[in-house]
């Protein structure tokens, strides 16, 4: 049925059969569809739903917020789960509570209010031990929020957990399973078994399956790919990764943090700034789970660059942030000694915050240590970019020099200078470090 087809249907059938269509774009790979199906829907003569019943209204709105979910529309979700309660509470039934806590939990937590989420999950919680109930496909958006709650707080025990029930749920829905591979590679990364988690999500992304699985899934994998590569201290593959990748509207997803993450790893720290302005200037419409990241980071660029009063003022904001959230992988990827150095500061200025100080600094240490690039590649020359890539194809001096229309000794010349910068002695050792760079996968 396309949405056409509804428009003479009586209210309450209307309301009935756009909520089945919505969930059933949203659980089949359709989360933009579905959310712009459920924006016209909501928006559509809401005064006449005063007269129909609460179980009816409860559905739709639930599956409105888990629709807005699946497309990283976080507050929007969470206005919907809110309604979703109102009319579950309404209706007396104990189900649709259930559904409501676990989209106030998935879609909070998406916002990264992760206070608010946990007690989302305490009541759904509740209600599962109180009925003896299994999980279900009505629990999925709870399995949402009480990952990236697990993720929030490190929790690699919870991790494992929650990645069983994504499986055995659903064993061959593949969004549930991508997602039960995002928790184990969460896992894997919190170990400091990066490769490992890498396995984990490329079982995902390059499965038949991928173009079915919801794309907030799909873009929180590529995400933490991404931070996965840079844990592994390879910050110029991760750029690779992310090359062409947009951020959601709100950024419920922000690849500007990823990216912001791999420049930092680089030492480009001007790249940090640039990368994230766009992030700053969205204002309080930055999602607030991605900003205290970006915000650490911007910190730290502008230490490195002397511009003490900005890292001062971003590592305050964003101290807070951590503070109310309990969360503590915006530090992941980030230099210990670095933070030590603004919360030294931090804790020189500000004495009646010292009890949170020490707090934090407990917190930063139990975040996995990440691996210096093992080799941080120079800036090249157009020229040399070019010849670099045609070493190693095997050709020769002569041969470069034929396809660049230029002399054998000018192509010398180039190459002694990219030898020179890579401190290479050899075409195979310039080719090596630039290998381990991952400068050929953006130079093909």
């Known amino acids: 049925m396309k949405p056409a087809h509804i428009a003479a249907l009586p209210h309450n059938e209307r309301r009935l059969t756009s909520a089945a269509m919505i969930l059933a774009r949203t659980r089949h790979g359709l989360a933009a569809e579905a959310a712009g199906f459920a924006e016209a829907e909501a928006g559509w003569q809401p005064e006449r739903d005063a007269n129909l019943p609460a179980t009816t209204l409860a559905l739709f709105s639930a599956n409105v917020s888990e629709a807005y979910a699946t497309v990283g529309f976080a507050r929007h979700g969470t206005h919907a789960a809110r309604r979703t309660h109102e009319y579950a509470v309404e209706a ?21 209010e992760f206070v608010l989420a946990e007690e989302a999950i305490d009541h759904a919680t509740a209600l599962e031990e109180a009925h003896g109930w299994q999980q279900s496909p009505a629990a999925y958006m709870l399995l949402v929020g009480q990952v990236l709650l697990a993720s929030a707080r490190m929790d ?9 029930d994504l499986r055995e749920t659903l064993p061959g829905e593949p969004t549930w399973q991508a997602h039960a591979a995002l928790a184990d590679a969460v896992r894997y990364g919190l170990l400091g078994r990066h490769s490992d988690g ?7 992304t390059h499965g038949a399956d991928q173009h079915v699985v919801a794309p907030l899934i799909r873009n929180m994998i590529l995400s933490y790919h991404s931070t996965l590569l840079i844990g592994r201290g390879e910050p110029q593959r991760a750029l690779t990764l992310l090359e062409g990748r947009e951020s959601s509207v709100e950024h419920t997803l922000c690849f500007d943090l990823q990216r912001a993450s791999a420049h ?16 700053i200037r969205l204002g309080p419409r930055h999602n607030l789970r991605t900003l205290t990241p970006i ?4 910190a730290l660029a502008n230490e490195r660059l002397g511009h003490h009063t900005a890292a001062d003022i971003s590592f305050s904001d964003a101290f807070h942030l951590l503070h109310r959230s309990g969360a503590a992988t915006p530090l992941l990827t980030l230099p210990r000694a670095e933070i030590d150095v603004l919360l030294d500061r931090l804790h020189a200025n ?3 915050l010292h009890g949170t100080i020490d707090e934090l600094r407990q917190r930063v240490l139990t975040v996995p240590s990440t691996a210096p690039p093992s080799f941080v590649p120079p800036l090249l020359t157009e020229r040399e970019v070019l010849i670099a890539r045609r070493l190693r194809e095997g050709a020769t001096l002569s041969e470069i020099a034929t396809a660049l229309y230029v002399t054998r000794n000018t192509v010398k010349t180039h190459t002694a200078s990219l030898y020179r910068k890579l401190g290479a002695c050899s075409r195979d050792e310039a080719i090596a470090l630039l290998e381990r760079t991952g400068f050929y996968d953006n130079h093909t």
């Open 92 to 112: 007396g039934s104990d189900p649709l509570l259930y559904r409501a806590y676990g989209l106030l939990a998935g879609n909070r937590a998406l916002a990264g």
């Open 156 to 164: 690699s025990v919870a991790l494992a957990r929650h990645a069983r």
């Open 198 to 204: 890498i396995a984990a999500l490329v079982s995902v």
């Open 264 to 279: 930092l790893q680089l030492g480009d720290d001007r790249k940090v700034l640039t990368t994230t302005d766009g992030c």
């Open 295 to 298: 915000l650490l980071r911007r």
């Open 350 to 352: 500000r004495p009646d």
